[in-house]
DNA sequence: GTCTATACCTGGATAGAC
DNA sequence: GTCTATCCAGGTATAGAC
């Protein structure tokens, strides 16, 4: 009823903020290394420390919980990755693109497992996320690639595949990591692979599309 | 005990054969849909028209249906690709290579989706039967690969990049057909935009290898 | 080889004391 | 806000009649 928050609301307030976090934070690691159907509330509860009950009293449901830890992944997906830049042309901007696609399947792995998880399961949520971005974002920058081509620096390509190929390229680096380490006869991946991957796929995209600039 | 089998074990025979066959086919279809863990041996039961302990009569576990499963397209899925013939060169093979994955991404999109979520839920099953595969398999194309860089006909490049970057762009139209579908503003994926995605990949992998001939 | 009935267990979710 | 105890649904697997 007060406008103004009392300190023990305040309080309240801090410890629901950081209940919360734990709990998304060790869901996100839970999910990814169990599979979305596999993990139990009670996996989650048991590693942040806390009992089932208390999970639950902060997400009435394992739905309502993936779909929190899926809301903050997709948030954090999207900041990590600048847009594209008209002026500094098709080879700076898909460089730096594929760049930050890579740096973000490495550092965020169990995030881009969950999201991928989500798709092939084709969870709705996810979906409906995808289809209210990809109207607005898509858009723009079929638009950026139409300038680059009518200035004659890149060929005319299919944004729609451009674009599905590199996320393919570069997510198969943290969500079928188990084969790439295979394939690279590695127990682990280490820096140099994710720069080698990084050059292979942009000569890749580069020569396809025909960039000259 | 007996060598020769007498027709009532003929007649087993068959009728074994045939509902393995069944339950083979029906869980396919149960687990691409359903997801792995979220499949039930009940939905699979209903689903053949079988009732549950028949089941695993035949399977003991899911586990073991899940594996014969696996295994029915694992083996399918190496039938269904040409391999390397090194004197028709590059780029005659590596159009019919990516043309074949995609045809195989369209055609198998269960057995497909199957294998990519037993893979990013790091199935040791898949995982043994790839480390076994890969070391017989990938030292040949990069046999294959080196001969025709010798020989002028494309630019030395990572062979075990190359086969992450094909198997990933062409395997996303069948796992992250969804993804696909929202990118296209499409209901369903059609002839004309698997043709697509061949042109597309094919341009780009032919350009980043530098092929000539 | 087929199928009904059931044992046994695990998981999600909540009531209610603190 | 925390947590113990518990309910109940649904899952795997099997025993045993046919």
Redesign the pocket.
Known sequence: MSEVKRPKDQL??H??AQ?QTLILETSERVFARQGLAK?????IADEAG?????V???Y????DLLEAVLERILRLWLDSVSEFNVEEGPRHNLTRYISEKIDQSRTNKNASKIFAMALIGEESFVLDYLRSLFVTELSREKATIQIWVDQGLMQPVSTEHLFISIWAMTQTYADFDAQVKIMLQKDNLEEIDYEDAKLFITRMVLAGCGVTE
């Not at 993990?39 to 996996?43: A, L």
């Not at 806390?50 to 208390?54: F, S």
């Open positions: 309240k307030a410890i629901r209940n993990t139990t509330t009670q996996m806390l009992p089932k009950a208390n639950h009293y902060y009435r449901s394992k739905k």
